[in-house]
């Protein structure tokens, strides 16, 4: 008979809402972002149009994000905000490695 006791081992899972959750949160506290792109809703996830998307590999995660921004606001600016922002906040909450946070402006908002 051998010593050793068989232990259990425990794994942390994240799911990709809660990193789009945190994405979109980091996102619209960026100034000059107007709002997100489309609706996440079911007709617009068939087709493919939803505001942010993240594909999880492992502890990677890769983002990809659609913006509305404001007419004031200067596009490369936000965007790189955007960028910065929303890797920060992903890495911080789930501690998941983000390789890329690709931004899309889609529409610019006149008001």
Do not use: H, W
Not at 26 to 46: F, H, I, M, W
Not at 74 to 95: D, I, L, R, W
């Amino acid at each position: 008979m051998t010593g050793k006791k068989e232990t259990a081992s425990s794994r942390l899972r994240i799911s990709e809402d809660v990193v789009i959750t945190a994405a979109r949160l980091a996102a619209l506290d960026v100034k000059g972002v107007a709002g997100l792109s489309g609706e996440a809703n079911a007709v617009n996830k068939l087709c493919g149009n939803i505001p942010v998307k993240a594909d999880l590999m492992g502890d990677v995660v890769s983002i990809e994000i659609k913006l509305v921004i404001s007419s004031e606001a200067k596009v490369s600016t936000v965007a790189q905000a955007v960028q910065t922002a929303v890797k920060e906040n992903v890495q911080n909450m789930t501690g998941l490695t983000v390789a890329k946070v690709n931004v899309v402006i889609d529409d610019i908002c006149f008001e």
